[in-house]
């Protein structure tokens, strides 16, 4: 079947700091990416409704475009399947579905619908993954060839507690001598996986491909874990986006990091203001500190940010891409793009030096820095230093 195709219009930077590594329907949401979820959907719908939806849903996917903030629903497939070809779609003034070539006019005539669940900040990453993840078991569960626990003669050290069911696990994914606790939630263990010895797990729970639980680990869902991860210390409803490291103690929690990034030993993140109030976050569009209706939120960290250790993050701390943090005390509540220091002292990271980490960084995990990234990163970099 044809997959969805997506375009970009986050003008306002409302998922900063992820950049374009998590845009064009790459960004994980739960246990699958927004292209995964939105041809999984389809699928579902097409096989579970009128015959003759089939072909209106396929040509909407080979002639045209969804916004990449844009999540599934069935109410979201069933705006489409009713969408009048050549009409775009949108919800207030974000555009949601496009055509590729409008033949009626200049200036496409356009649908408006009601309500649409339309991204808006990253911290929805972690608020939605429970959901995400226990909807997505079916489909990860094909996806692997994974099979449950239920049909698994699982070693006499590893305890389950709950339906075994819902512990899924893939080909080559291995538990040592750990709990593993699915009563309020799946766990979901990718290929080649691996829980080291004498960890606590809790699910609503996605473990990537190639990634680590590491010794002693404490793991509260939802959270979700992407591929060719290094996981330690205590973690509570976050979300690594892949080939991030936090590889020994501390606390993360309610975060979203994204990838390539490093948390140095002991590095902890407050999730809650002592007075227990609200949570204000930085808004690159205002550039300044904004209201977020959350009472949890930790860290928000950019691709190929990392930090020392004993690094400290406030409450509802932003981090751009591409810094390196380190020093005593608690951090500022945003760090921008490209800093190098910590405390009240900061240098912009030197480009060349950036890149030549982060070329060494990705070929630890077999992966090559292209020059389109490189030259993405220069853009960045140079955007960066005009406003410093």
């Not at 579902?44 to 009128?50: G, H, L, N």
């Not at 190929?304 to 400290?312: A, D, E, L, Q, V």
């Given at each position: 079947?044809?997959?969805?195709?997506?375009?970009?219009?986050?003008?306002?930077?409302?998922?900063?700091?992820?950049?374009?590594?998590?845009?064009?329907?790459?960004?994980?949401?739960?246990?699958?990416?927004?292209?995964?979820?939105w041809?999984?959907?389809?699928k579902?719908?097409?096989?579970?409704?009128?015959q003759d939806?089939?072909?209106?849903?396929?040509?909407?996917?080979q002639?045209?475009?969804l916004?990449?903030r844009?999540?599934?629903?069935?109410?979201?497939?069933e705006?489409?399947?009713?969408l009048?070809?050549?009409?775009d779609?949108?919800?207030?003034?974000?555009?949601?579905?496009?055509?590729?070539?409008?033949?009626?006019?200049?200036?496409?005539?356009?649908?408006?619908?009601?309500?649409?669940?339309?991204?808006?900040?990253?911290?929805?990453?972690?608020?939605?993954?429970g959901?995400?993840?226990?909807?997505?078991?079916?489909?990860?569960?094909?996806?692997?060839?994974?099979?449950?626990?239920?049909?698994?003669?699982?070693?006499a050290?590893?305890?389950?507690?709950g339906?075994?069911?819902?512990l899924?696990v893939?080909?080559?994914?291995?538990?040592?001598?750990?709990?593993?606790?699915?009563?309020s939630?799946?766990?979901?263990?990718g290929?080649?996986?691996?829980?080291?010895?004498?960890?606590?797990?809790?699910?609503?729970?996605?473990?990537?491909?190639?990634?680590?639980?590491?010794?002693?680990?404490?793991?509260?869902?939802?959270?979700?874990?992407?591929?060719?991860?290094r996981?330690?210390?205590?973690?509570?409803?976050?979300?690594?986006?892949?080939?991030s490291?936090?590889?020994?103690?501390?606390?993360?929690?309610n975060?979203?990091?994204?990838?390539?990034?490093?948390?140095?030993?002991?590095?902890?993140?407050?999730?809650?203001?002592?007075?227990?109030?609200?949570?204000?976050?930085?808004?690159?569009?205002?550039?300044?500190?904004?209201?977020?209706?959350l009472?949890?939120?930790?860290?928000?960290?950019?691709d190929?940010?990392?930090?020392?250790?004993?690094?400290?993050f406030?409450?509802?701390?932003?981090?751009?891409?591409?810094?390196?943090?380190?020093?005593?005390?608690?951090?500022p509540?945003?760090?921008?793009?490209?800093?190098?220091?910590?405390?009240?002292?900061?240098n912009i990271h030197?480009?060349?030096?950036?890149i030549?980490?982060?070329?060494a960084v990705?070929?630890?995990?077999?992966?090559?820095?292209?020059?389109?990234?490189i030259?993405r990163?220069?853009i960045?970099h140079?955007?960066?230093?005009?406003?410093?």
């Open positions: 079947m044809t997959n969805w195709t997506f375009f970009h219009d986050d003008q306002g930077d409302r998922m900063y700091p992820l950049g374009a590594a998590h845009q064009n329907g790459d960004l994980q949401i739960g246990a699958l990416t927004l292209s995964e979820a041809n999984s959907l389809t579902v719908s097409i096989t579970t409704t009128k939806i089939g072909p209106n849903v396929r040509i909407r996917m002639e045209g475009q916004n990449d844009w999540l599934p629903t069935t109410e979201a497939i705006s489409l399947i009713q009048p070809e050549g009409v779609l949108y919800f207030e003034n974000f555009p949601l579905f496009r055509w590729n070539q409008n033949k009626n006019s200049l200036k496409p005539a356009r649908e408006t619908i009601p309500k649409a669940d339309l991204l808006q900040s990253p911290t929805e990453l972690f608020i939605g993954a959901k995400w993840i226990e909807d997505q078991a079916q489909e990860v569960l094909g996806k692997w060839g994974a099979t449950t626990a239920a049909n698994l003669a699982l070693p050290h590893v305890l389950i507690i339906p075994r069911e819902n899924i893939a080909p080559g994914a291995r538990i040592l001598a750990s709990t593993i606790n699915t009563e939630g799946p766990v979901l263990l290929p080649d996986s691996e829980i080291q010895e004498g960890c606590n797990i809790r699910g609503p729970l996605y473990l990537g491909a190639h990634s680590i639980v590491k010794m002693g680990a404490k793991i509260y869902g939802p959270t979700s874990i992407g591929d060719h991860c996981i330690g210390g205590e973690v509570s409803n976050s979300v690594f986006l892949g080939y490291n936090k590889g020994h103690d501390g606390f993360v929690g975060s979203v990091i994204g990838h390539w990034c490093n948390l140095g030993a002991a590095t902890n993140t407050s999730n809650l203001k002592s007075n227990y109030s609200q949570v204000k976050l930085w808004n690159e569009n205002a550039q300044a500190l904004i209201e977020s209706d009472q949890f939120c930790g860290l928000i960290m950019g190929h940010s990392k930090s020392g250790i004993n690094t400290m406030n409450t509802g701390s932003v981090v751009g891409p591409g810094c390196n943090i380190f020093g005593s005390g608690f951090q509540k945003h760090i921008p793009p490209f800093s190098w220091g910590g405390g009240v002292d900061w030197d480009f060349a030096k950036f030549k980490t982060a070329s990705m070929e630890r995990r077999g992966q090559k820095l292209t020059e389109t990234e030259e990163w220069r960045e140079q955007h960066r230093t005009a406003k410093a």
